[in-house]
């Protein structure tokens, strides 16, 4: 039976701002859509940047990619600051409990010591992968033009901090302080890890906005987050060692899910704007793509020995796949 | 199995592995490619790693603290609109201090976050960093979180619903429009000394203050709301902000004049800016909190020079337009008002004189100034419109090239004299409001000479409708700029009394509240 509450209806005179009535028609507008459509400024810039001046502080040319309206780029997730922190709250607190979980049985004792050393030697040198991709998306953050874009590369930026966190924290939980050290170290010394730097610092100088979103968020992050949290750790780790690991590094398995779909509805926009973007994109998704699955080479073996070069296929594989459902042509 | 006995770390040592640990020294790539934009301001950085974390937050603290501020704020916004909550204001023409809020404020909440990201990405410290993408984030959520607060007020009241088009167009709305983007075109040091220090350190609650405690006052749930909300972020934003001016000035001694140069300039800038701010405090709180005058005299000559007492031993000195602003505390919000009460048909918010009581009130506030110099101005006015005549200013205003408000502002030592000063550069004339805007102005001319100065646009005719032919008998300038700035004539300007919003207000009321 419905209870059928009274309450004091006024008339509104609009249901929206201009800007989102203009886009949208005249409704009432999702939180969304008021948080983010035309909240960047767009005319009559009083200077140019001295940082840039050839450009203006907000600027298309940015980017060789060219849209007519920047947001079409919008978010899948619908991802304004609220929903974000929201969702990304539920997550932290699911994975403290499992953290909690982990520390309070002292599991981080019972893993087979070979997995566990093998998980230490490939995650630690991540550490400092998160942060090169957490200056990129920063990049990408500043400098993209749109509040749909911009905003969730901010919130992509943020997300590979909390990974470079959450993988210090395992580091501090399975060793120590001297295994991050070791870590470091061999991100810095090793010769397994020099192409994947390599890789890192090239994507440091890259400053077309569109171009390093491809290195970054399809082509590095597309094959290595697939090969090592689902080949590596749910996949060989937990078959000899249990959920353990798997536990503290849910986040970085449920994050690339996610953001897979905010990174492909994004390039797959911008594809579907003319033959031009198409072939941009599948021109850059190709050179980095390959760049970044010859660093990742010798980073499998040290995650998964001999099933290394079968699992490179199989998320080569899957990634060739995204690019055909975001058309694009991707040949590496 | 052996019990490894592990090193119990500090906060310190544990923050520093989440964060300066992360970073590493580039060998394939130089660094000045990597970071292009810390050479060039002259600002000299030694070593990234003094830099002091003003505060300890790991992401996923972040998540959780502010996911439960959100929580609480939107379930406030939403009760807010479900519950008429706009009806329990003072009265309807508080509202119009939102008008100014929404298009003034809110486009700068977003170019702080973009600006920030930019400093996130540029400064090589990774502790500079992560703080100035925490502020980054929390300046979007601003953004963000005041378009939702006010978008319930958009759905009844007018001149809320076109702040996009508007902010970037009108004349008043391009005074926080240069000064802003004045930061963001500006190196990273300049940018987070404008911002970071001057801004959210030495004037924030200047700005904050006024219209949080203004929405406390006048019964506006919603926008009250975001600022306590907002609260904790913006105590994160001044620990950052102390934390990079002594930065700056402890790693190399001939960063201080540069810095003390940033200082001077954007105190002036920020006070030119908040004169804004002063009146909406002074003339558009039905419930008002406090004056600018003593607002001014707390924050500024209070708190403000107990700081520069702290930064002495730098060498940083206070800056010297102070004694100025001391001076001007008295008359500035009187002569915004003046200006644009006398204009109301060109703004996007009504206007109206103050009542007899209100008018006792700045009388008893500015007893120095205000009975003799403003009063009799307002009880002129009044007298005009009560006689059906009311005064409107006919043209122009002569507009300051730096600050870009029109020269209302008097001299300092002569409150019956417009302040005029020019200066010349490239054989061309330029005009300012003080000696200050024109000093600022001559330390960068080239940068200078690029604003889009509301009023030269106009006569340059730049400022009317594509396709406009102004040559044709009897064309009406004003009301073409109307419609280029997309004026709803009639609704959204004009004097509050008789607006819609007025009548609007009334009838809802008496809905809510008469059988």
């Keep these: 039976m419905q209870v059928d509450l009274q309450t004091i209806a006024l008339k509104p005179l609009r249901n929206t701002f201009k800007h989102i009535e203009k886009r949208f028609g005249d409704k009432v507008a999702s939180r969304y859509q008021e948080a983010t459509y035309d909240l960047q400024p767009t005319d009559n810039f009083h200077y140019r940047p001295t940082w840039d001046p050839t450009r203006e502080i907000h600027d298309v040319g940015r980017t060789k990619i060219v849209l007519k309206d920047w947001y079409v780029l919008k978010d899948p997730r619908q991802f304004y600051y609220g929903t974000y922190t929201q969702a ?4 932290q607190d699911a994975i403290e409990k499992s953290f909690d979980f982990i520390e309070e049985r002292g599991l981080e004792n019972s893993l087979n010591a070979e997995v566990k050393a093998i998980a230490l030697k490939t995650l630690m040198p991540l550490r400092h992968v998160a942060w090169g991709a957490n200056m990129n998306n920063n990049m990408m953050a500043a400098y993209a033009y749109g509040t749909a874009l911009n905003q969730a590369c901010t919130y992509a930026s943020f997300d590979h901090l909390g990974i470079a966190q959450y993988l210090t924290r395992l580091g501090l939980a399975l060793g120590d302080v001297d295994s991050l050290k070791a870590g470091k170290a061999s991100w810095e010394t090793d010769a397994d890890w020099q192409p994947l730097r390599q890789f890192v610092e090239e994507t440091l100088i890259t400053r077309d906005v569109m171009e390093l979103f491809v290195a970054q968020n399809f082509a ?30 849910v986040f970085m398995a449920d994050w690339q899910a996610e953001t897979a779909k905010w990174v492909d509805a994004v390039l797959k926009a911008a594809a579907a704007e003319s033959p031009e973007n198409k072939a941009l994109l599948s021109e850059w998704a190709s050179a980095w793509a390959q760049k970044a699955k010859a660093a990742l080479v010798p980073v499998s073996k040290i995650a998964l020995g001999v099933e290394a070069d079968a699992a490179l296929a199989d998320v080569s594989f899957a990634l060739q796949e995204r690019a055909k459902k975001i058309g694009i042509e991707l040949n590496f | 199995m052996d019990m490894n006995v592990k090193k119990k770390l500090g906060l310190k040592e544990r923050y520093h592995l989440m964060t300066r640990d992360l970073a590493w020294d580039a060998t394939y790539q130089k660094e000045e490619e990597i970071y292009p934009q810390l050479a060039y301001e002259g600002i000299k950085i030694h070593d990234w790693d003094k830099w002091e974390d003003p505060f300890r937050l790991t992401v996923d603290a972040y998540w959780k603290y502010q996911a439960e501020k959100e929580r609480k704020l939107y379930a406030i916004i939403d009760a807010f ?74 759905r009844f009241y007018n001149g809320l619903d076109d702040w996009h088009h508007k902010a970037d167009r009108m004349w008043y709305y391009s005074v926080p429009k240069s000064f802003f983007e004045d930061a963001l075109s500006a190196g990273p040091f300049e940018f987070i000394t404008a911002i970071s220090f001057s801004f959210e350190y030495v004037l924030t609650n200047l700005l904050f203050v006024p219209f949080v405690s203004g929405a406390a006052y006048n019964g506006d749930m919603a926008a009250m709301t975001f600022g306590f909300s907002a609260q904790s972020d913006e105590s994160r934003h001044m620990t950052l902000g102390l934390e990079v001016i002594k930065f700056m000035l402890e790693q190399d001694p001939q960063n201080v004049p540069i810095v003390q140069g940033w200082i001077d300039k954007w105190c002036w800038r920020g006070v030119r800016l908040l004169t804004l701010v002063g009146m909406m405090q002074d003339y558009m709180l039905p419930k008002r909190v406090m004056s600018w005058k003593e607002a001014w005299e707390i924050y500024f000559e209070g708190n403000g020079m107990a700081l520069f007492n702290d930064l002495a031993r730098y060498g940083i000195k206070v800056p010297e337009c102070v004694e100025q602003v001391r001076k001007e505390k008295e008359h500035i919000t009187h002569q915004a008002w003046l200006t644009f009460n006398s204009a109301n048909f060109l703004t996007n918010f009504h206007t109206w004189i ?27 006015f009044q007298k005009l419109e009560d006689e059906g005549k009311p005064f409107f200013t006919a043209g122009l205003p002569r507009v300051c090239q730096l600050c870009q408000i029109p020269v209302f502002y008097t001299e300092p030592d002569d409150p019956t004299q417009l302040a005029y000063e020019e200066g010349t550069y490239m054989g061309e004339k330029f005009q300012f409001c003080s000696t200050f805007c024109h000093k600022i102005f001559d330390n960068e001319p080239e940068k200078f000479v690029q604003s889009w100065i509301p009023p030269h646009q106009i006569f340059q005719g730049n400022c009317f409708p594509e396709g406009t032919n102004p040559t ?14 997309d004026i709803e004539w009639g609704r959204e300007n004009g004097p509050f009394v008789g607006s819609e919003d007025q009548k609007n207000f009334a009838k809802w009321r008496d809905q809510t509240t008469k059988n």
């Design chain 1, 88 to 91: 990304r709250a539920r997550q």
């Design chain 1, 220 to 249: 590095l992050d597309g094959l290595l987050y697939p090969l090592v949290y689902k080949e590596a750790v749910d996949g060989v780790w937990a078959v000899k060692s249990g959920p353990t690991i798997g536990m503290m590094t």
């Design chain 2, 81 to 154: 609109a479900q519950n008429n909550g706009h009806l329990t204001v003072t009265d309807a023409r508080y509202v119009n201090a939102l008008k100014l809020w929404l298009n003034g404020i809110t486009p700068l909440e977003y170019e702080a976050h973009k600006g920030y990201a930019r400093l996130g990405r540029e400064f090589k410290g990774v502790g500079a960093s992560v703080a100035c993408q925490m502020q980054s984030i929390d300046e979007l959520r601003h953004a963000q979180t005041q378009i939702h607060a006010m978008s319930n007020y958009n």
């Design chain 2, 354 to 380: 103050p009542s007899k009581e209100e008018l006792d009130w700045l009388d008893a506030k500015y007893p120095d100034t205000f009975p003799k110099y403003y009063r009799p101005r307002f009880e002129y």
């Design chain 2, 472 to 485: 044709v008998e009897g064309f009406d300038p004003i009301r073409n700029v109307a419609a280029y700035y």
